[in-house]
């Protein structure tokens, strides 16, 4: 069955930097797009950044510049590298995968990444 384990967050302050992991399972993952999405308190899950399968990425504006995702298709692991953080980045991020001919999104547990001093 599909699997997606994120892992990685944690406490850090202002100006830090974190990476991400998502390992995933039970699909090929190297043709499928894939994406970062956090959730903070009281706020609805928005999409952090994206990646296509061949390699091609998009970002939110908020984290265009300190944030980069990326992917290793031979150890089926995506990974968000997050560098100057700001207390707003402050959220449980999660990654996400759609699959199948009648689309399903996949999600992970998520994974706390706080940003404070």
């Known amino acids: 069955q599909v699997q997606l384990v994120e892992s990685g967050g944690g406490l850090v302050q202002p100006g830090g930097s974190l990476r991400l992991s998502c390992a995933a399972s039970?699909?090929?993952?190297?043709?499928?797009?894939m994406n970062w999405y956090r959730q903070a308190p009281g706020k609805e899950r928005e999409l952090v950044a994206a990646?296509?399968?061949?390699?091609?990425?998009n970002y939110a504006d908020s984290v265009k510049g300190r944030f980069t995702i990326s992917r290793d298709n031979a150890k089926s692991t995506l990974y968000l590298q997050m560098n100057s953080l700001k207390p707003e980045d402050t959220a449980v991020y999660y990654c996400?995968?759609?699959?199948?001919?009648?689309?399903?999104?996949?999600w992970g547990q998520g994974t706390q990444v706080t940003v404070s001093s």
């Open positions: 039970g699909f090929t993952f190297s043709n499928y797009d």
């Open positions: 990646i296509s399968s061949g390699g091609r990425t």
């Open positions: 996400k995968v759609r699959l199948g001919v009648y689309p399903r999104d996949y």
